[in-house]
């Protein structure tokens, strides 16, 4: 898909009036580490984990509203989440892919 900065200026210009911002998360952890957070050390592994920077994204049209999330750098995929589920997202999205040579995964 690009550099981070390259889908932040697409989306900027697909939908205009979207709010983007960049922060660090740390993603979710998966069982075994969570069960590793019991052990000894378990404390200093927390503390030393690194977050993932990325540009997280509120757009609020008049007929959907959306929220974007990617990571900084490299984009390989951007997360959507459509409210309400309406069809008439489709259409705006779909556009926003095809002028970027993008593809899109519904689930």
Not at 2 to 7: E, M, P
Not at 22 to 37: I, V
Not at 83 to 103: F, Q
Request: glycine share 10%; hydrophobic share 40%.
């Amino acid at each position: 898909m690009g550099d981070s900065k390259a889908v932040e200026s697409a989306l900027a210009v697909a939908l205009p009036g979207i709010r983007l911002k960049r922060s660090t998360y740390f993603r979710r952890q998966t069982f075994w580490e969570a069960l590793g957070n019991y052990f000894p050390g378990a404390l200093e592994r927390v503390l030393n984990r690194s977050g993932v920077a990325g540009h997280f994204g509120d757009f609020e049209g008049e007929d959907f509203s959306a929220q974007f999330s990617f990571p900084v750098g490299e984009v390989r995929q951007v997360d959507v989440v459509v409210y309400p589920r309406t069809p008439k997202a489709g259409p705006k999205l779909e556009e926003l892919a095809r002028a970027n040579g993008w593809s899109i995964k519904y689930r």
